[in-house]
C-alpha cells in the first residue's frame, strides 16, 4: 500500500531572537518558508501551512498549489502542530520548521520510507562541537559529546498517534520527544549539514549568501529527423502548414521540442528521451511532444531544478521557417525563456540538400535549493 503523507510547515513563531519573523523574510526569489513548500510539493499528497494568528492569506501566497491549506497557529508549538495535524487528511505527516529552508528531496524520501503504523522517523545529526555547561554562577564544566545527536526536522509520523502523543505532552520541545515519551517507537536518518535553522541574523545572511551563489548547470541536446512527404512538420509545437514534407519519427517528430528536451535533461544529470519515452513503446506513438516537455519539466522540478533559459538552432534547408520564428518561440516560452534561430546548411550536407533536419539546443538549469 502506498503511504500518501501531509507536509506541514510550522510558521507560528514570533521571531523572538531576530527580533522580526524570519519565515516570511524573503530569501532569494522566494520567502523563507516557500523553500520547503517547493520541495515537499512533489512528494506530498498536501501542503498545509501553520500560521500566526491574525494571518488570513500565507505572506507570498499559495504560488499555485494545487493541494495546499493555511491554519493558525496556538500559543506553543504543540498546539499550531496539533491545529495543522488536524486539518490534515493524510494517514501519515512530516512536520517541518519553515526556517529550515534548505531541506533536501532524498531525506524526504529516506523519512517517509522508514515511517510506518508503529514508527516514526526523524533526521539527526551528531554533535560536532566540544561541548560546555555554564552555570547561574559563571561556573563551567564539560559535557562529554560522545552518542549525543541534533535533531532536525521534518519529522516523519502516523498521524493520529501523533495527535494522541502531542495531547498528552504539549510542553515537549518536539514532536519526537512527545513521540518517545508516548512509548512509542522512533527510527533515525542522517540529517544535512544543510537543513541547518534560521535562527540569528547570521543565519540569514549565511542563507542569502547560499542562495546568492546557486548552482547552474548547462545541458546540451541534439536531434536529427529525415523529411518525407506526408508528415505533418512540426516545430515546438507549431504546426507549419503548408510545407510539402514533414519530419519521420515515432511521436510527432518535434526535433526542436526534442532537443530542447534533452538539453533539460542533460543539464538536469537525468536520461535522455530516448531510455524515458523509448521508440518501442506504442503509448508514445504519435505523442504530442509539447506534452512530453509537460513531463520532462515535472521530473527536472522533483530534481529541484528550474530552467532559467534555452537556446537553440535548427539548421534546415527546406522548407523556409524564420517567418515561423515569433510564433515557435511563443509556444515555448509558456514553460521558460527561449531563443531560437534557423540556419541553412548551404547545401553542404543532408540537411542542406532538404533530405533532413537538425537542432541543437543549449538548456541552463539553476537549483532551487540553493
Known amino acids: 500500500m502506498t503511504k500518501e503523507f501531509s507536509f506541514i ?68 508549538r504543540a498546539e499550531s502542530v496539533l491545529n ?4 490534515a487528511s493524510s494517514d501519515f505527516v512530516m512536520i517541518h520548521d519553515a526556517a529550515r529552508p534548505f531541506v533536501e528531496r532524498d531525506m524526504l524520501l529516506e523519512l517517509m520510507k522508514a515511517t510506518d503504523e508503529d514508527t516514526g522517523a526523524i533526521p539527526v545529526l551528531p554533535v560536532a562541537d566540544a561541548l560546555k555547561k555554564i552555570d547561574a554562577d559563571g561556573n563551567i564544566s564539560i559535557v562529554n559529546r560522545d552518542g549525543l545527536f541534533a535533531t532536525q526536522t521534518p519529522q516523519s509520523f502516523p498521524r493520529e498517534k501523533l495527535i494522541a502523543a502531542l495531547e498528552g505532552h504539549l510542553d515537549a520541545k518536539d514532536e519526537a520527544e512527545a513521540w518517545l515519551n508516548a512509548g512509542h517507537k522512533l527510527k533515525t536518518v542522517e540529517g544535512r549539514r544543510l537543513n541547518f535553522k534560521i535562527t540569528w541574523q547570521d543565519d540569514m545572511l549565511m542563507a542569502r549568501s547560499l542562495v546568492n551563489s546557486k548552482l547552474t548547470r548547462t545541458g546540451l541536446g541534439y536531434d536529427v ?31 526542436l521540442t526534442h532537443a530542447v528536451m534533452d538539453a533539460i535533461l542533460g543539464a538536469a544529470g537525468l536520461a535522455d528521451i530516448g531510455n524515458i519515452f523509448p521508440a518501442s513503446d506504442e503509448s508514445f506513438k504519435d505523442a504530442d511532444s509539447v506534452e512530453l516537455l509537460r ?8 530534481e529541484g531544478w528550474r530552467v532559467d533559459f534555452v537556446d537553440a538552432v535548427v539548421e534546415a534547408q527546406v522548407p523556409r521557417l524564420n517567418g515561423y520564428r515569433e510564433e515557435i518561440k511563443a509556444s515555448l516560452e509558456r514553460f521558460f525563456p527561449v531563443n531560437i534561430k534557423f540556419k541553412s546548411a548551404e547545401s553542404l550536407n543532408d540537411a542542406g540538400r532538404g533530405l533532413s533536419m537538425t537542432c541543437w539546443a543549449v538548456a541552463t538549469l539553476s537549483s532551487m535549493r540553493g
Open 225 to 255: 529527423h529525415q523529411l518525407v512527404p506526408e508528415r505533418k512538420l512540426i516545430l515546438g509545437g507549431v504546426n507549419i502548414k503548408g510545407s510539402p514534407l514533414g519530419l519521420l519519427g515515432h511521436s510527432d517528430a518535434d526535433l
Open 84 to 87: 495543522g495535524l488536524k486539518a
Open 9 to 76: 510547515i510550522v510558521a507560528g513563531g514570533k521571531g523572538s531572537r531576530m527580533g522580526e519573523m524570519k519565515q516570511f523574510l524573503p530569501l532569494g526569489d522566494r520567502l523563507v518558508w516557500q523553500w520547503s513548500a517547493d520541495c515537499a510539493e512533489a512528494l506530498a499528497s498536501e501542503v498545509i501551512l501553520v500560521v500566526p494568528s491574525g494571518y488570513e492569506t500565507p505572506p507570498g501566497g499559495a504560488g499555485g498549489r494545487s493541494s495546499f491549506k493555511v491554519v493558525h497557529g496556538g500559543s506553543q
Open 295 to 302: 513531463e520532462v519539466l515535472r521530473r527536472v522540478e522533483a
